[in-house]
């Protein structure tokens, strides 16, 4: 009988939130064989902050040195942090405070090692690429079921292109009497098989990256900052479009493509809803009459509707039209578009530089707005290379973002 394997590969994924299965062995689905083992091991680490650090000086990120800190600004003493659990039925320690310039705080954190058991062909290896990539299908598709039934925030896809720190991949080459099995029967025997623990020799160390860029921060421009000094004596309300431009941009670095774009795409329906209030304002139209323009089945509930309104409003003001634009066409195929097809098409998968031009164009046809008519205009409105998002690169980013909540 023909040979239908060679080896078993093991991926021992760390999921930074707790699944709460039994510890056993699970058969579920995977891309190129059809099925695979998953066996979960609920764990409980800790996510520990300190004040201090001994792989970076302040003088490498901030332009000056810090001074020196009193000791008396902090706790002499450490202390430990407890709640209720329900479950034990006392208290349980689950945070503590530590004393002095060099403390912080330490946090316990329950997390998950996902083992993911996957069979590799005769002519295949764990260093092929699509091993990470079969386990990462396997893992999210058990992680988007968990989450379906638990309804647990949590919870959250895993990406195999950044979603590790220290994952291990390890090959038990099967013996003869194994190799002519179906994968159900060989997954039968991953207790019995072993498993290599040398580098390079049937195991890899899958290790993530740190960007010294993502840790540095971005500094304001010196004309902005004159600017923040004089704007910062008054309390300021920033509106929902801004909000949801920030989420945007946070989505686009944390790789968060398809949702960038739907965050951007809501920035400028806000922004146009928020815009054209306060022309419509100006033309004498009360609250009640904006309400039920605006409400489902109003004659401006649709955005094109809005759109054609926005343009009548500033016609008294300027002869320039949003519609027909750069901005508008700009607009409409990176980022209208685009979250059409996310929302509508099944779109998944929305690549950096997609999703940056999206938001790029939704930012420009905002400020294209503000700029159209004076009725329009807002306190802070984005221009420049911010308008562009040129320090907005895709880098390999902080491990610590693996682990946000």
Known sequence: MENKYRSVAHIRWE??????LPSQVYFCWEPKEGIAAFVPEGRVGSICWKRTCHLLSPEAVFDERPSAQDPNLFSP???KLASV?????????????????????????????????????PSGSINDIDITIRANAALNNIIDLYRILSMDPLLRPIKDEGDHYYTIISEAVLPGVLQCLLPQEILLHINELQFSGKVGEGRINKIGLNSYEDLKGLKISPQNLIFFNDAIKSAHQLELFYQLIFSSVRRLKRKEGALAIIDAQSAFESAVASMLRDGLSSEKWGDKEIEKAFAYGGDLHLLSKRLQKIDDVSKKFTKAKFRGSVAEIEWRRNLY???????????????????????????????????????????FMWSGESLELRHIQKTAGRLSRIFEA
């Open 77 to 79: 003493h450490d202390y």
């Open 85 to 121: 659990s329900s479950k034990l039925k006392k208290r349980v320690f689950t945070a503590e405070l530590l004393h002095g310039p060099d403390g912080g705080f330490i946090e316990a954190r329950p997390y998950t090692v996902a083992n993911v058991f996957l069979c590799i062909s």
């Open 15 to 20: 999921l930074p939130f707790p699944i709460l």
């Open 337 to 379: 578009d685009v979250r059409n097809e996310i929302v509508h098409g099944g779109k998944r998968t929305v690549f950096f530089e997609e999703a940056k031009a999206g938001i790029v164009s939704g930012l420009k046809a905002i400020r294209y707005l503000h700029d159209l008519c004076p009725l329009f205009a807002r306190k």
